[in-house]
């Protein structure tokens, strides 16, 4: 009797030696180790993973290579908006006289807009939503970007907004952008809390914090660099799933990081580090300064069009400011093309001056 017994029931040992078993293998499942954290790997681990081995070969080969130059080459201008825009007449004035060089593009994430001129009426692109912060802000200038990218003629392509003005006139402007071997996006190094604040460890391994970039959303880039938006998903699905407002106690914008870290990583040389769109920070608050009416006077566009040299600040308490001259093909040149934010009463005091500073 002992003996069957004994065969029935295995010895406690083995009970519990299965029970730890179990017990690291579910939480090996539940907790796995992350790999960064494990540093007695060779140095070859802190190496390009395979995804991203992937895209630097996709992004090297759309960088080196040789566009077809189009006969017409065009100017993108696309419009990030809620509905109409507001400062539409005002733009009006400023293509007119330019047709063939240029196409307009129009998002309008919470209305249809209603267009006063015939250079934007059927140029509304489909549009989504758009939430402040979030990534579908960066999935409109994609869409956008897109939308562009299918008219080979569109070499040059630039984001704007329903409050945004020119500086310069067309010709200017196209001379600008076109004859620049850079794209204009802004980037610079912040370690304060809306800088590295934001950063994600779950961004690991392909964006470290030390890649980690910041700056202004409103870009102007070369055809090469918007086909290398429509090509990384590496990088991007990154931004989407771990920089969004109240992610990991973070308060993270996409639209202010993904494209300076993104072009910081992989063409540094390639990007001016500024935007060419100025908006006045100065008064300190969590938004920019709006020009209304009653401010507006030939000499407040003038200052901003006479501006050279591009500035940053960090946000850490040390506030870190750096001045650097705008350099186009190397020459010191105004740094701004476009600025914001004007309000929509601003229009008929805009329209009376920009014949004046169009000039410049
Ligand atoms: C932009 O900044 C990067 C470093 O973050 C630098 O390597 C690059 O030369 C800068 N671009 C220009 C045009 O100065
Ligand atoms: C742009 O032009 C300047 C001046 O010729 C030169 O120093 C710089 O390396 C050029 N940048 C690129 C990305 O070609
Ligand atoms: C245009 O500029 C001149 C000075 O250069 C100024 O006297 C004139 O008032 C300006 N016109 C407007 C409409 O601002």
């Known amino acids: 009797m002992n003996g069957h017994r004994a065969r029935a029931k295995p010895p406690r040992w083995i009970i519990i ?11 090996a499942y539940l907790y796995p180790p992350k790999w960064y954290s494990v540093d007695w790997l060779p140095p070859i681990a802190w190496e390009l993973t395979d995804d991203e081995f992937a895209s630097r070969v996709v992004f090297r080969d759309l960088l080196s290579m040789p566009l077809v130059q189009p006969k017409n080459p065009k100017i993108a201008f696309m419009f990030l908006t809620p ?13 007119q006289g330019h047709e063939g060089r240029f196409s307009i593009y129009v998002h309008a994430s919470k209305e249809k807009p209603s267009h006063l001129s015939h250079l934007f009426s059927g140029q509304d692109i ?33 984001l704007l907004s329903e409050s945004c003005v020119p500086l310069h006139n067309f010709d200017y402007v196209y001379d600008y952008l076109m004859g620049a071997n850079v794209s204009f996006i802004d980037s610079f190094w ?65 639209d202010e990081h993904y494209l300076p870290t ?10 001016a580090n500024w935007s060419v769109t100025h908006v006045d920070w100065s008064e300190g608050k ?17 200052k901003i069009i006479s501006i050279d040299e591009n500035f940053h600040v960090t946000t850490d308490a040390k506030k870190v400011q750096t001045r650097r001259p705008c350099l186009w093909n190397g020459m010191r040149r105004p740094c701004y093309l476009f600025a914001r934010k004007f309000l929509p009463q601003s229009l008929d005091k805009l329209m009376n001056i920009f014949s004046n500073y169009s000039v410049i």
């Not at 030696?17 to 939480?27: D, H, K, M, T």
């Not at 890649?211 to 931004?239: P, V």
């Not at 969590?286 to 003038?302: G, Q």
């Open 126 to 158: 489909r549009s989504a939503k758009v939430v402040w912060g979030k990534i579908s802000t960066f999935e409109a200038e994609k869409r956008l970007l897109a939308n562009a990218l299918q008219d080979p003629d569109n070499q040059h392509f630039v």
């Open 17 to 27: 030696l299965f029970c730890l078993i179990f017990v690291s293998l579910i939480s």
């Open 286 to 302: 969590w938004y920019p300064k709006s020009y209304r009416a009653k401010d507006l006077k030939y000499e407040i566009l003038n």
């Open 262 to 271: 993104l072009f910081t990583m992989i063409d540094p040389t390639g990007i």
């Open 190 to 254: 912040d370690p304060g809390p809306q800088g590295n604040g934001r950063y994600s460890e779950y961004m690991l391994p392909e964006i470290k914090v030390k890649e980690f970039r910041k700056g202004s959303q409103w870009f102007s880039m070369k055809r090469q660099h918007a086909l290398i938006i429509m090509a990384d998903n590496l990088y991007f699905t990154k931004f989407r799933l771990y920089c969004k407002p109240g992610f990991d106690g973070h308060n993270c914008i996409a």
């Open 83 to 95: 509905g109409s825009l507001p400062l539409e007449k005002l733009w009006e004035k400023f293509f």
